[in-house]
């Protein structure tokens, strides 16, 4: 790949930085790039070397940071103890004083003399699943000979001081290392002996150094037009068993579909889709999922995964990150515009963020043919299931604002279920009372356009806002189900369709019955069995399995605590199809089921077509699935 070389910018940077001494107003830190190094050919102990260069201060005391809390995760992260001997340098090289307030925080002595601070940075895929608690998989960083999954705030820190700098980042590598970033490329040095090559990035200010993950090493990527949108696709398969090639097609429909459900709505001219597939080792990330950003998401899934599941998954998870380009990347609190790492507040509107962007995932693919009405329905009812398991008295808004802080922690998962159910009986109001001419999404449009990716709303002022756009009944539905604490009947909106609830048989999957779990974990023995349900599940209960068998191996896998989180995420996407094996123990005897897996089904409620439905009911429908 070819890149432009940007010349003057380079030259004037390095004028900026060279010499031994920091002494005109030219090379104050306030008006100069912050200048950070990031060495990963100097790999030691599973660590990587990094320097920060800020230019002069003109202040005796500084404080450095990495983030507590980085946007988009909701929870703690503590990137600072991931931090090794960190030190903070003079001009000759010696070490200052400086004074570690608390686990992110550094604050350093005599910063007029200051240089450069250094130190070692650990990665956090390695130690997940152990006592110490750390960042969720897509969020944290990894070290290895072949892969390095570099999101930058697990790397490079910050001064309070000089939150609005700009960053210089330059990453040096093995030459023969591919490397994906959506950063400003500015440009490339090779060493005298053609071994390495040092990248220079550009950032305009710290949320873009932590806006824009890279990925380097023995990866498979390919660039490929969506549109007016260019999709760079980037996996790494630690033992090749997938690849760009065999998952493009799968992306490139998906983002089709997506461009045609939005419209005219973009914000990105680029998308980066980092694909990292964990193996069974311990080493491996243990959590699954993945983390959005403004024009890249970052995914994070079990590389044994099928085909056909790893695909599947891929649709869900990627399209549910790319549509927060409507929420919130372009429309936002203040609590998310001026994001404060260490110390942040939270915006009341989880239920938009998190719920909406989850319900857009889920409609578009019925709304684009990917999957039939039936499988749209059965993706609801397995979130009102899961939603009944969670607290239904919870106000979002509070939850939404004390997120961090128990009870409301313990709800978050609460967000993609009864959040994009929030997202469903909005849609449902607005389109009865429009007579199907608007939806949710048309309202999302408008807000877009008014806010944009630059210009906050007032987070206690936004329901107020949308009530005005739209009806009197969207102000009731926010102040009983959103604001207040009343369960929603879905009944009642589910009936302005045509929907009816009806006792069946409903297709589920092979570890839950219509959202129920079939298995459980024993706490004080890691040993993880079916419970009750799992005679309520056909495929299983032909099998022979039993309540409380103990579940030994998965298709050649042992099972145990720390990869359980793998094997089930690879269970979860099983397809009829699939041979399986799967080795029980019941009453210390070995139970081996070795099957062709067939479509498996459940009892419970069915959400299908009521035959007295309405010309208005199934007009309404249409609009809802189809508008």
Known sequence: M????????????????????????????????IESNIDITKVDKDKIPVQVDPGRFSKDTIVFRLPRVVQGTYAVSDFGSFIDDFKALDYEGNELRFEKKDVNTWIIYEAKKLDKITYWVNDTFDIEGGDQP?????????????????????????FDSLKANSYVI???????????????MVEENISDDGKYVTTR?????????????MMYGKLDVEEFQVGDIKIVLSVY???????????????????????????ETNSTKRYDIYVYLAGHSNGSPKGFGALEHHTSTVVVMPE???????????????????????????????DVHYFDYDQPTFSEHLWMYEGLTEYFATLFQVNQGLVSEDQFYTKLLEKINTASTLDDTMSFTEMSKNILDKPYADNYFNVYQKGALIGMCLDIIIREESQGQR???????????????????????????????????????FKDHVVGGTPIDYNLYFAKVGLGMNDGKVETNYVQNAGKMIIRGDRQTGSIMFNDEVIDNSFWKESGAQANDKIKEINGVTLSRENANSVFGEVFGWKPGTEINVLLERGGEDIRIEKILTPTYTTGKKLSLNPDATTDQKSLLNAWLKG
């Open 201 to 213: 990035y550009k950032a305009e200010r710290y949320f873009d150094v932590t806006d824009n993950p």
């Open 439 to 477: 939806g949710i999404l048309s309202v999302m449009k408008e807000l877009a356009v008014k806010y944009g990716v630059d210009k906050p709303f007032e987070d206690e002022m936004i329901i107020d806002e949308i009530v005005k756009m739209t009806y009197p009944s969207v102000a009731t539905f």
């Open 304 to 334: 044994s995964m099928s085909q056909e599941s790893l695909e599947s998954s891929l649709i869900d998870i990627v399209s549910h990150e790319f549509f927060h380009i409507l929420t919130p990347l372009s429309v936002h609190s203040e």
């Open 2 to 33: 070819k890149h432009i070389l940007l010349y003057s910018l380079f030259l004037g940077l390095l004028l900026a930085s060279c010499g031994t001494t920091k002494n005109t107003a030219k090379d104050l830190a306030a008006a100069n790039p």
């Open 237 to 263: 398969s630690p033992n090749n068993e997938h690849s760009v090639k065999t998952l493009k097609e799968t992306i490139f429909k998906m983002m089709q579909a997506q461009k045609a459900y939005l419209g």
């Open 170 to 184: 330059n990453v040096t590598a093995p030459i023969e290392f591919d490397r994906t970033s959506a950063l400003l």
């Open 134 to 158: 750390t960042p969720f998989s897509p969020s944290g960083t990894n070290i290895e000979s072949d892969n390095y999954v570099l999101n930058l705030h697990g790397f490079v820190g910050y």
